[in-house]
């Protein structure tokens, strides 16, 4: 970091923009900004704060470190979005259909009893709106608003390492600083950038799932076209086919999709799962999956083909991720385990689409169930047969361009008055990567991670002091029901920052021998199963030149949780704790 010590006033410290090139001197009322080619100072453009901690983010993880930061423990803490309110992935992803995969009563927070017995889900599975309107809940219950500061869009994070501060460098030209930084991005929030040649010529409209406008899109009438059948493709697919004149689905991979057996909320097992709801949490935390799901059997292959067949009727007529994670425990270790449940898959496809040409398009053949996330569906299947839908296979007719009146494959035009693209996300290290992140030494983020992401525990980098990444990649959040991995992450980062206060520690960060162990046994585990063989965002494979490499923990909630208990319970074995040798060096003139 440069300093100008002639510049400086008494009692100010210094600070630098890292995108301009411009350094801010101030105590924090002030704002003279000193630009470093000319020498000269100019007033900046925003304020210069001081926190104990920054959180990015308002969604699940952001709202729940907000909370316990700054309620539970007393610090002074200041959280960014760069959406207008609280939300993160629920707030941008408001498409037609859009719903939680993990049933609500599970896929909510732990942290507040009193906040999970006053909350009742409408549905099993609950749909976007309501899931936004709780996390509003929560931000009203707990007073979360007044610290986050909305439409501000972090675009720098340097360590300032002769303070031992973050600072945040903001869209509008603000800065902050704090000594704890952690990030609540998210993993799939940043949208793959579309890579279809003249997508800017279109002259209807162009809607992405990850970025949906707040007012109902109306299709009435209107040709529709959809790109992608992922989870949010699918999800969209059923919905817009209901609306639409006409919707063609342009996919280039089918999806192994099974039914998630929505349905309203029954007083009755909602009242029997609040009466022992700490008990299921706990049961929920010791599985694999984070769901109070019962153990599965060991093998698919030691079954008879009977018992087999009882246990996958079980569990795709149950609904949710029964299948995949409830049926078999070697059905993502074992390609022939794996064969039994993918043709089963094919085989109920081939029961509920009437036309066995499109069956047979919609049925995966090319990778093994559950290697890329399985997407859950409502007559998803049956959509296709309606009259106006249309299925268009651009695997082996790829897209070739966008066109002022639709969208062109290699084997032919389709005219569109509306494009809907469900492309899916640069996911987990995208959000982190485009924040701008600058470590110890000045090193970047993005050169640190440039072949793949290097982390201890998925929460934390070496030479990244004082940042927590919440479910971070190689993290166990791939497979682990959402809020509960959140709410995990963060009290493991929160009893660190306690820990660090209480024994007066400035800095804390992983050394490389723990990280490079964690890499590796990420790597092992991964290498065990079917995943590295297919090309999916876990991969990083949906993105062009994007390192492919496996991003998750694979062993389960239980066996992480096991691990983050025992590193904490050793004093944060594998982490370096440090303390400035001078505090805050202040120039004085
Ligand atoms: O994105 P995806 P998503 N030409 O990457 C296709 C979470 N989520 O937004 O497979 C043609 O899965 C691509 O094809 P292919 C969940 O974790 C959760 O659907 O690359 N097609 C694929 O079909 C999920 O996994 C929920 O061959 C192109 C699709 O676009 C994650 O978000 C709901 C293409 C992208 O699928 C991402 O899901 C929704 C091209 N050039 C999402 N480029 C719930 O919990 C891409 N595709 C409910």
Same mark, same amino acid.
């Given at each position: 970091?440069?300093?100008?010590?002639?510049?400086?006033?008494?009692?100010?410290?210094?600070?630098?923009?890292?995108?301009?090139?411009?350094?801010?001197?101030?105590?924090?009322?002030?704002?003279?900004?000193?630009?470093?080619?000319?020498?000269?100072?100019?007033?900046?453009?925003?304020?210069?704060?001081?926190?104990?901690?920054?959180?990015?983010?308002?969604?699940?993880?952001?709202?729940?470190?907000?909370?316990?930061?700054?309620?539970?423990?007393?610090?002074?803490?200041?959280?960014?979005?760069?959406?207008?309110?609280?939300?993160?992935?629920?707030?941008?992803?408001?498409?037609?259909?859009?719903?939680?995969?993990?049933?609500?009563?599970?896929?909510?927070?732990?942290?507040?009893?009193?906040?999970?017995?006053?909350?009742?889900?409408?549905?099993?599975?609950?749909?976007?709106?309501?899931?936004?309107?709780?996390?509003?809940?929560?931000?009203?219950?707990?007073?979360?608003?007044?610290?986050?500061?909305?439409?501000?869009?972090?675009?720098?994070?340097?360590?300032?390492?002769?303070?031992?501060?973050?600072?945040?460098?903001?869209?509008?030209?603000?800065?902050?600083?704090?000594?704890?930084?952690?990030?609540?991005?998210?993993?799939?929030?940043?949208?793959?950038?579309?890579?279809?040649?003249?997508?800017?010529?279109?002259?209807?409209?162009?809607?992405?799932?990850?970025?949906?406008?707040?007012?109902?899109?109306?299709?009435?009438?209107?040709?529709?076209?959809?790109?992608?059948?992922?989870?949010?493709?699918?999800?969209?697919?059923?919905?817009?086919?209901?609306?639409?004149?006409?919707?063609?689905?342009?996919?280039?991979?089918?999806?192994?999709?099974?039914?998630?057996?929505?349905?309203?909320?029954?007083?009755?097992?909602?009242?029997?799962?609040?009466?022992?709801?700490?008990?299921?949490?706990?049961?929920?935390?010791?599985?694999?999956?984070?769901?109070?799901?019962?153990?599965?059997?060991?093998?698919?292959?030691?079954?008879?083909?009977?018992?087999?067949?009882?246990?996958?009727?079980?569990?795709?007529?149950?609904?949710?991720?029964?299948?995949?994670?409830?049926?078999?425990?070697?059905?993502?270790?074992?390609?022939?385990?794996?064969?039994?449940?993918?043709?089963?898959?094919?085989?109920?496809?081939?029961?509920?689409?009437?036309?066995?040409?499109?069956?047979?398009?919609?049925?995966?053949?090319?990778?093994?169930?559950?290697?890329?996330?399985?997407?859950?569906?409502?007559?998803?299947?049956?959509?296709?047969?309606?009259?106006?839908?249309?299925?268009?296979?651009?695997?082996?007719?790829?897209?070739?361009?966008?066109?002022?009146?639709?969208?062109?494959?290699?084997?032919?035009?389709?005219?569109?008055?509306?494009?809907?693209?469900?492309?899916?996300?640069?996911?987990?290290?995208?959000?982190?990567?485009?924040?701008?992140?600058?470590?110890?030494?000045?090193?970047?983020?993005?050169?640190?991670?440039? +072949?793949?992401?290097?982390? #201890?525990? /998925?929460?934390?980098?070496? %030479?990244? *002091?004082?940042? !927590? $990444?919440?479910?971070?990649?190689?993290?166990?959040?791939?497979?682990?029901?959402?809020?509960?991995?959140?709410?995990?992450?963060?009290?493991?980062?929160?009893?660190?920052?306690?820990?660090?206060?209480?024994?007066?520690?400035?800095?804390?960060?992983?050394?490389?021998?723990?990280?490079?162990?964690?890499?590796?046994?990420?790597?092992?585990?991964?290498?065990?199963?079917?995943?590295? +063989?297919?090309?999916?965002? #876990?991969? /990083?494979?949906?993105?062009? %030149?994007? *390192?492919?490499? !496996? $991003?998750?923990?694979?062993?389960?909630?239980?066996?992480?949780?096991?691990?983050?208990?025992?590193?904490?319970?050793?004093?944060?074995?594998?982490?370096?704790?440090?303390?400035?040798?001078?505090?805050?060096?202040?120039?004085?003139?």
């Amino acid at each position: 970091m440069k300093i100008f010590p002639s510049m400086v006033k008494e009692g100010a410290v210094v600070k630098e923009n890292a995108t301009a090139n411009i350094f801010a001197l101030g105590s924090g009322r002030e704002n003279l900004m000193l630009d470093a080619k000319t020498g000269s100072t100019v007033t900046s453009p925003g304020k210069i704060e001081e926190f104990d901690a920054i959180i990015i983010g308002a969604g699940f993880a952001g709202l729940y470190a907000l909370h316990r930061l700054r309620d539970q423990m007393g610090l002074s803490v200041r959280a960014f979005d760069a959406a207008s309110d609280v939300g993160g992935t629920w707030y941008w992803n408001r498409y037609p259909g859009a719903r939680c995969d993990i049933e609500s009563i599970h896929y909510s927070y732990s942290f507040s009893p009193e906040l999970q017995q006053e909350w009742t889900w409408s549905e099993r599975f609950s749909a976007q709106p309501e899931i936004l309107r709780y996390l509003n809940h929560v931000a009203d219950r707990f007073d979360l608003r007044r610290d986050i500061h909305f439409n501000t869009r972090v675009t720098s994070l340097v360590w300032d390492d002769n303070n031992k501060l973050w600072k945040v460098g903001t869209e509008d030209g603000s800065i902050a600083r704090a000594k704890y930084l952690i990030s609540g991005a998210g993993n799939v929030s940043v949208p793959k950038v579309p890579e279809f040649k003249g997508v800017e010529n279109f002259k209807g409209e162009v809607y992405l799932t990850s970025k949906w406008p707040h007012e109902r899109v109306d299709f009435t009438g209107k040709r529709v076209g959809i790109i992608g059948t992922g989870a949010s493709g699918i999800q969209a697919i059923t919905e817009i086919a209901k609306e639409a004149a006409h919707l063609t689905v342009f996919q280039r991979t089918p999806n192994y999709a099974t039914p998630n057996a929505n349905a309203p909320t029954d007083p009755d097992i909602d009242r029997q799962i609040k009466a022992h709801y700490a008990e299921i949490r706990t049961k929920s935390r010791n599985s694999f999956l984070g769901v109070p799901y019962d153990q599965a059997q060991p093998s698919a292959l030691v079954v008879s083909a009977e018992e087999r067949r009882r246990v996958y009727d079980e569990c795709y007529t149950q609904g949710g991720f029964r299948l995949a994670f409830d049926s078999f425990a070697d059905l993502l270790f074992n390609k022939e385990a794996n064969e039994t449940v993918a043709e089963y898959i094919r085989e109920r496809i081939r029961e509920r689409v009437n036309d066995p040409a499109v069956a047979e398009l919609l049925a995966p053949k090319d990778h093994p169930y559950g290697t890329k996330r399985p997407p859950l569906e409502t007559n998803y299947y049956e959509t296709y047969n309606r009259k106006n839908v249309a299925l268009v296979d651009v695997k082996n007719s790829p897209i070739d361009a966008i066109t002022e009146t639709g969208v062109r494959t290699t084997s032919g035009e389709y005219k569109l008055d509306v494009i809907v693209l469900a492309i899916g996300f640069d996911a987990m290290t995208g959000p982190l990567l485009q924040m701008g992140i600058v470590g110890r030494n000045g090193l970047k983020l993005k050169d640190k991670w440039a +072949d793949g992401p290097h982390t #201890y525990l /998925g929460i934390s980098a070496h %030479g990244f *002091p004082n940042l !927590f $990444m919440i479910t971070g990649p190689q993290s166990a959040i791939l497979l682990y029901n959402n809020p509960l991995a959140i709410e995990d992450h963060v009290d493991f980062a929160t009893n660190v920052i306690q820990y660090m206060r209480d024994h007066d520690f400035d800095t804390i960060e992983p050394t490389l021998e723990a990280e490079t162990k964690w890499v590796a046994h990420v790597n092992e585990l991964s290498q065990a199963t079917l995943f590295p +063989d297919t090309d999916s965002w #876990y991969m /990083g494979a949906n993105i062009p %030149g994007k *390192p492919r490499v !496996f $991003m998750g923990y694979l062993g389960g909630a239980h066996a992480y949780r096991k691990i983050c208990a025992d590193v904490e319970a050793k004093g944060y074995e594998g982490f370096s704790l440090g303390r400035a040798v001078t505090k805050v060096a202040i120039a004085a003139t």
